[in-house]
């Protein structure tokens, strides 16, 4: 199970690092000229700070790909889809970066910049799916590797004088329970998640994901109860 635990940290901070430098520090400049320029000083600072908010989600992206590609537990059709939509909106900021850059208006590269949020939502929706996809999948293997521990020690209590004591009888039936509230709280969420889709509503997209942050937290906190119960039950019948 410590190795469960390490993948979701792995994956945790390959996302947060991905996310945290992806923003270049050459943009806060950029976004104050672009903001008070007028003329073709003021469009070329826009196009600036477009583009250097546009290579942030890019590389952020590149490096969610590498963390989509290197998850052990992500399913086939779940690793198929993040690459899928990794892929699309790197074709898509691509196009739009291009777009800037031809723009002739500061009005245009603000639309553009719009676009870039509001269509996309790299940091707010998709690093998100990324790290709860894998989470969530990474229980559903800790899961289904718990009940298999949970099936042979209930084998084994069987098999104890008297078909084992209370306490341990109590457990296992705690364990059953902790596991079947993990894949409760699973259930379904994958599917959830991937559905929602980026729009210029923030408050609409951060109410659709925080229930979800709470059942991948529920989910873990019960593997971890099954856990302990199971080295409790170990440590009994040895």
């Given amino acids: 199970m410590k190795r469960f635990t390490r993948l979701a940290a792995a994956s945790l901070a390959a996302s947060a690092l991905a996310a945290a430098a992806a923003l270049p520090a050459q943009a806060q400049t950029a976004r104050a000229a672009a903001t008070s320029g007028t003329g073709t000083a003021g469009l070329k600072a826009a196009q600036t700070l477009t583009t250097s908010r546009i290579d942030g989600r890019l590389e952020t992206l590149r490096a969610l790909s590498m963390v989509v590609n290197n998850a052990t537990h ?18 898509g900021l691509t196009s739009l970066r291009s777009k800037v850059a031809a723009e002739s208006t500061v009005a245009a590269v603000r639309a553009d910049a719009t676009a870039m949020v ?17 989470v969530f999948d990474i229980e559903s293997a800790a899961a289904t590797a718990l009940q298999k521990v949970h099936d042979k020690l209930a084998t084994r209590v069987a098999a104890a004088p008297g078909g084992g004591t209370s ?23 994958v599917a959830t998640l991937l559905g929602i889709q980026p729009s210029p509503n923030a408050d609409a997209i951060h109410s659709a994901l925080s229930p979800l942050a709470g059942d991948a937290k529920d989910a873990r906190k019960a593997l971890a109860q099954a856990r302990d119960d199971a080295k409790k039950i170990r440590a009994a019948l040895k």
Wanted: glycine content about 2%.
């Fill in 167 to 189: 306490a341990e009888k109590s457990q296992l039936a705690d364990m059953q329970a902790q596991i079947q509230a993990a894949q409760q709280a699973d259930a379904n969420r």
């Fill in 74 to 91: 992500l399913s086939t059709a779940d690793r198929s889809t993040l690459g899928s939509l990794i892929n699309s909106d790197i074709s």
């Fill in 118 to 134: 509001d269509d996309y939502r790299v940091y707010m929706l998709v690093v998100p799916k990324v790290h709860l996809t894998n």
